[in-house]
């Protein structure tokens, strides 16, 4: 039997053994979501050995290179020794800078960084809480633009992180971890194509960031925003005000039972359609399925599932 290492501490795994079960069978609480290489919450450094790696191209060569490693992806096939992340040693230091409960249990959390961030909409971010509490989020801030980082918390349901940012104040500091590429993205050559962002709860995050990205590129194509919620619409104001500035911009709050009567559009343009959808795995995949039904080629919806709170790992 290969012997893991993390820290002072080594035990014997069955050979073939998944690295993030093996790590928090033993208690490491490593944190996880996606377990499928996107969210990278699951980062380990690798310091002695080498696992057998399904995702090798999940992560840039410099990260690799440096040893990290995604544990979902990874199986201990040799003697192998590991580093958890430490966010104090490896994050960047963040303060919150505003915070705002806009609706329901939503907060809106503005985090200004240390140093400045590169990322584009559509990725997510790791936070970490000072007590070692960790869970990636969608950026909902306009890179560029706007020089905080802003996230949008669902804080309706039980979870380790959500529990934690209903205590945060103004100058907390929290660290910020890995970034994760997502599967949502705008691209300017869609300007003059129909556009709709459909999104579920808090899904609404990096469609608030997308949605800013394509008008200020110019879009001119139509675009529909359609939010469904079981609670309030948070971003109602300030979408309804982005709606009344762009005659091409059509807004719609609706709850989940209406979702399908929304999608069903006669005379649809199918073959032009581009869609970006977001939002619990449920609504990502009845808004998909209706869009694929309906003639809308897989190619053109991007959609990123999030995880609940029950579903994802919490450190
Ligand atoms: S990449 Fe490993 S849990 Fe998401």
């Given amino acids: ?156 349901a039980p979870g380790a992180f959500s529990q934690a940012a209903q205590a945060l104040q103004v100058g907390d500091e929290l660290r910020l971890g890995a970034l994760a590429s997502g599967a949502l993205r705008y691209e300017p050559e869609w300007a003059a194509q129909p556009l709709w962002l459909l999104a579920g709860g808090t899904g609404l995050a990096p469609l608030w960031a997308l949605l800013r990205q394509a008008l200020a590129a110019g879009h001119q194509g139509p675009l529909r925003v359609l939010h469904a919620s079981r609670e309030a619409h948070y971003l109602s104001e300030p979408l309804q005000a982005l709606a009344a500035a762009h005659d091409n911009l059509q807004v719609e709050l609706l709850r989940r039972e209406q979702l399908d009567a ?18 619990p795995p449920a609504f990502v995949e009845a808004c998909s399925r209706r869009l694929y039904m309906q003639g809308v080629p897989r190619g053109q919806i991007l959609a990123d599932a999030f995880l609940t709170h029950a579903e994802a790992g919490q450190r």
């Fill in 1 to 156: 039997m290969p012997e893991l290492r993390c820290g002072t501490r080594a035990w014997p795994v069955e050979a073939g053994s998944n690295l993030l079960d093996a790590l928090n069978g033993a208690g490491l609480g490593v944190p996880y979501s996606c377990r499928a290489g996107h969210c990278q919450a699951c980062l380990v450094r690798c310091t002695a050995g080498e696992p057998l790696d399904a995702q090798p191209e999940a992560l840039t060569p410099e990260r690799r290179a440096a040893g990290w490693r995604l544990a979902c992806q990874c199986r201990v096939v040799d003697d192998l020794a590991v580093e958890t992340f430490d966010p104090l040693r490896d994050g960047a230091p963040a303060r919150v800078a505003r915070l705002d409960w806009p609706a329901g249990r939503v907060l809106r959390l503005w985090l200004e960084p240390e140093r400045p961030l590169r990322y584009r909409p559509g990725q997510h971010l790791l936070l970490w809480t000072a007590a070692g509490v960790a869970r990636p989020y969608s950026l909902a801030s306009l890179p560029g633009e706007e020089p905080w980082l802003e996230f949008h918390i669902d804080c309706s």
């Fill in 262 to 279: 929304a999608l069903a559009v006669p005379r649809l343009q199918a073959r032009q359609l581009r869609a970006l959808v977001c939002g």
